[in-house]
């Protein structure tokens, strides 16, 4: 019983698989038979129709008749091929044979593609034959209309070609001739080659209106503007050169000589309306006129700058001579006086050097100019480059000055820094006898002497013969450090001192009460007594403090206020 249902399952199974294939093929063998009538029903022959309206002759009844039988061989030939394959694959789709009716769709599409493909190319060529038609017949009566201007334009404005009009009526009579090859292949219904016709004229146009519009204005500079700027610069040449301008430099007439050359050979190509080379070519031409202008310009103004620089700068140099005698004679003087080192005096010898080398060399300078051999342009950046270095002498000489006369201010200014420290000793021992002091400890008396010593040393320095002030500096730096430390020192033992006694003689009410206090104090009293006031301070302090906290501080503050 299972082995039945089961058989009639597979039965069942592939009776309903053969109906859904059986019908997506039959879909597909509607959806190409829907395809071929779309294709028998194409307006095709109403297209060609068109064709019939033209000239049906030459390349245009060839034409025709091609596509036409094209049209022809696709009803009466591949479409019923495509019919009868239709009939093969429905056949082969009933009876189950599902494969092979898949490869006959398959044939079936691509025909029809090929169809297609057919029919596009049919109508793309139609297309562009009517349309080149309609668009000659509209773009040459515009080229006419151009044309004719052209040469109205050419018979009215004659004069300003030149010779050029010749090779100009020459092209219009070469548009003439494709406008009548235009004619003809129209009418010999070769509108293809019309269009392409059409097109050769526009460019043969647009060629001629360039060349029209561009000729007059290339012979003006040719034959007028640049032949005058050319005679004026020969005239300028002519006159520097009678002025004692030295111009071999620029190689004036060579190259003039070759831009006249080449002007008459833009003309040959102007009159024979090659317009393509010449147009840049003036460029290039003016330009180079713009560069011998220059060239004569910068010599005037060389000559110019020269006139009026020379004698300044003779003078400026005159000037530098004397400063430079003048140092050397300072030098010698200040080393009477003062001790100058090597490199110092090495540099006023390169200065009377350089100065010596710059004079030589503007005699050189004026011998040229005398001579006349060279370009002013050339002297005038000679003569600038000396003018540069007479400004760096300048400088160095007034530098070099400046330091000498610094040796004298410097001198000055140590002198006035020593009486200073002599005057800053003179208080420091008044004020010692003022503050009644009892006496000062050792290291004291031995700040004394070594400030006494170092001011007599920087005294001793500031007397010698010549000066080494670099020595002075140090000696007198020497003397404000030990005088400074000197005044700090004073200032700080009167302090210890009256802080010392006022704190012993604080501490008196404590003696009786206190045994250590009073002992302590005995102590600080042998010390003051010693001049030890650094250490009577202290051991009074500390044994005070011990009994009153506060005391030492209390009474710093008001010593303090006494010294501020």
């Known amino acids: 019983m299972e082995y039945i249902i089961g058989a009639i399952i597979v039965i069942l199974t592939l009776m309903i698989w053969g109906y859904v294939l059986k019908k997506k093929h039959f879909k597909e063998i509607d959806r190409l038979e829907s395809w071929k009538i779309d294709v028998m029903n194409r307006p095709v022959l109403d297209e060609l129709s068109k064709v019939k309206q033209l000239n049906m002759t030459g390349e245009t009844e060839e034409m025709f008749e091609r596509w036409r039988n094209e049209w022809d061989s696709i009803i009466t030939v591949y479409l019923p091929d495509v019919e009868e394959l239709l009939f093969d694959a429905d056949e082969y789709a009933d009876k189950y044979r599902f494969k092979r009716s898949s490869q006959v769709q398959k044939q079936i599409e691509t025909k029809l593609e090929e169809i297609e493909e057919g029919i596009q190319k049919i109508l793309h060529e139609l297309n562009e034959l009517v349309g080149s038609e309609e668009k000659n017949r509209t773009e040459i009566e515009d080229l006419k209309e151009v044309y004719r201007t052209s040469k109205k334009a050419l018979l009215a404005h004659r004069h300003t070609y030149g010779k050029a009009a010749s090779r100009l009526e020459t092209l219009l009579d070469e548009v003439l001739e494709v406008l009548k090859e235009y004619e003809e292949s129209t009418q010999n219904g070769n509108y293809l080659k019309a269009r392409e016709l059409v097109l050769t004229i526009k460019s043969m146009l647009d060629s001629l209106a360039a060349k029209m519009k561009l000729i007059p204005q290339l012979l003006i500079e040719i034959q007028t503007a640049i032949p005058s700027q050319l005679e004026e610069l020969k005239e300028g040449y002519q006159e520097m050169n009678a002025q004692g301008y030295s111009l071999g ?264 009460r206190y045994p250590a206090v009073a002992e302590a104090l005995r102590g600080a009293e042998e010390k003051f007594r010693n001049f030890e006031y650094e250490a009577a301070l202290e051991e009074a302090g500390t044994a005070i403090e011990k009994v009153e906290p506060g005391t030492l501080k209390r009474l710093e503050a008001g010593q303090a206020e006494v010294f501020s």
Do not use: C, W
């Not at 005698?325 to 300072?330: A, I, N, Q, R």
């Not at 002498?393 to 330091?403: H, L, N």
């Open 249 to 512: 430099h620029i190689s004036f007439e060579k190259e003039v000589a070759f831009l006249e050359e080449k002007l008459q050979t833009y003309e040959e190509y102007t009159e024979n309306a090659e317009v393509g080379e010449v147009e840049k070519g003036i460029e290039e031409i003016l330009e180079s006129i713009n560069v011998l202008y220059d060239l004569l310009e910068k010599e005037v103004l060389a000559r110019q700058y020269i006139q009026t620089s020379e004698s300044q700068l003779k003078e400026e140099i005159s000037n530098l001579e004397y400063e430079s005698d003048k140092l050397k004679m300072e030098t010698g003087l200040v080393q009477q006086n003062y001790h100058l080192t090597e490199s110092e005096i090495e540099a006023q010898r390169k200065i009377e050097k350089q100065v010596a080398q710059l004079s030589k060399r503007f005699q050189l300078l004026e011998l040229k100019l005398k001579e006349g051999s060279l370009a002013h342009s050339v002297l005038s950046d000679d003569m600038k480059e000396v003018e540069s270095i007479v400004s760096e002498m300048k400088e160095q000489q007034q530098s070099y000055s400046d330091k000498l006369h610094a040796l004298r201010k410097d001198e000055l200014d140590a002198r006035g820094t020593l009486t200073e420290l002599k005057k800053k000793m003179a208080e420091i021992g008044r004020l010692v006898s003022k503050s009644n002091v009892p006496g000062v400890p050792e290291q004291y008396k031995a700040y004394i002497a070594e400030a006494k010593e170092s001011l007599d040393d920087a005294g001793v320095k500031l007397e010698e013969s010549p000066l080494d002030m670099a020595s002075v500096h140090i000696y007198l730096e020497k003397a404000v450090t030990t005088v400074t430390r000197l005044n700090e020192f004073t200032r700080e033992i009167i302090e210890q001192m009256y802080l010392a006694e006022k704190l012993i003689q604080y501490g008196n009410r404590y003696r009786s």
